[in-house]
């Protein structure tokens, strides 16, 4: 089992910044892809950004160049840096992580992007 803790979200204007948190626990040497996805209302939950095990990363188009995703495998946390925050982005964050075939999700964090 696998254990996603989120943390900090918040408001902020746009143009601004904020990074998002993901701390695992439990089986974490069974990770092989961690994540972040969002959810609007109203909308679907779509993927944001996801770093595989070896470091490589895959933004969703509408993130890209202004979202950085990171991964500290020692403190076993993944990082969202989000630059130029736009009202669009505005959403429940999810962490997400994949063991094997297995999927695990965090309780989610929102983010409001408000002036």
């Known amino acids: 089992q696998v254990q996603l803790v989120e943390s900090g979200g918040g408001l902020v204007q746009p143009g601004g910044s904020l990074r998002l948190s993901c701390a695992a626990s439990g089986s974490i040497f069974s990770l092989n892809r961690m994540g972040w996805y969002r959810q609007a209302p109203g909308k679907q939950r779509e993927l944001v950004a996801l770093i595989t095990s070896g470091g490589t990363t895959t933004y969703a188009g509408s993130v890209k160049d202004r979202f950085t995703i990171s991964r500290d495998n020692a403190k076993n946390t993944v990082y969202l840096q989000m630059n130029s925050l736009k009202t669009e982005d505005t959403a429940v964050y999810y962490c997400?992580?994949?063991?094997?075939?297995?999927?695990?999700w965090g309780q989610g964090t929102q983010v409001t992007v408000s002036s």
């Open positions: 997400h992580a994949m063991s094997g075939i297995v999927n695990y």
